[in-house]
């Protein structure tokens, strides 16, 4: 059976979707999976999300990694769901659906290509050494560090996220450098095992962080440059609890086509 997808893209995270309201779609199938975001084999893809009916919402988003393993929260892929759902005639302005994390809500551009998308509220932070630990519906280690731009992040990325501590529910690694206005964020992520070109928990993770970090509070927008683009983090800080998140960006269709079934 042959399987329509669209392929979408926030900031360079990019993403392989299929409306699957009528539930044709078996997605239990982690090689499967894996094939098609394969980037020399599949359609290539930093995960695959399916748009589901979920009562009480406008839709439910099923997300899976790269290596075809179910994921936590994936923020930049609530922002292409959200623009995909958009697509299909489901939403117009507005949405509130249900993902692994909980309900979040999202606003969309009248053109459909920048999402404003709701993240769920922080309340703790914890130190690895110099490092900030956090969950912004997926657990992320923040490092502050100075020229990113020539870091093998792959290299030691990889490293933090397969020691002791980490190894066995694994975490993502953001490595982050202040600019003039905002921060420069690369990340590698988990479930992909690699770098990738942008990662929505992450800077959200990272703002956060650098919120704690610099002893602000109040209402803060925080700008981040990734290697896809550009972001904006804006929340709420008391001193002890970040609420209002909101994780915002670009999220443009690519293209679409059709996936044939797994081959050996």
């Not at 098609?36 to 399916?50: E, H, K, L």
């Not at 009916?53 to 099923?62: H, L, N, S, V």
């Not at 969950?135 to 280690?141: A, E, M, R, V």
């Not at 479930?191 to 800077?203: L, P, Q, S």
């Amino acid at each position: 059976m042959n399987i329509q997808f669209y392929k979408y893209q926030g900031a360079g995270n990019d993403f392989i979707l299929v409306d699957n309201r009528k539930n044709g779609v078996n997605h239990h199938n982690p090689a499967w999976i894996a094939q098609i975001c394969d980037r020399r084999f599949g359609v290539g893809g930093d995960g695959m999300m399916f748009l589901q009916d979920k009562e009480g919402y406008d839709f439910e988003m099923i997300y899976y990694n790269a290596d075809g393993q179910p994921s936590s929260m994936c923020g930049n892929g609530g922002r292409c769901i959200v623009a995909f759902a958009k697509y299909l005639g489901i939403i117009d302005s507005e949405t509130k659906f249900q993902a692994v994390d909980g309900e979040h809500y999202a606003k969309i551009s009248a053109e459909g290509d920048w999402v404003s998308l709701q993240m769920i509220d922080v309340a703790q932070i914890n130190r690895d050494g110099e490092a900030y630990v956090l969950n912004t519906g997926s657990p992320h280690y923040v490092k502050l560090v100075e020229d990113l731009k020539h870091k093998n992040v792959y290299q030691e990325g990889h490293a933090i996220r397969n020691n002791a501590t980490y190894r066995k529910k694994g975490i993502n690694i953001n490595f982050v450098e202040p600019m003039a206005e905002g921060y420069f964020v690369r990340t590698f992520e988990r479930g992909v095992e690699d770098e990738t070109y942008a990662c929505g928990t992450g800077v959200t993770a990272v703002a956060l962080a650098m919120a704690q970090h610099n002893q602000q509070s109040g209402h803060i927008t925080t700008p981040v440059k990734v290697l896809g683009g550009d972001l904006n983090i804006r929340f709420d800080y008391d001193g002890e609890r970040f609420t209002n998140i909101f994780l915002e960006g670009p999220a443009k269709l690519v293209f679409e086509g059709k996936i044939g079934p797994l081959t050996p």
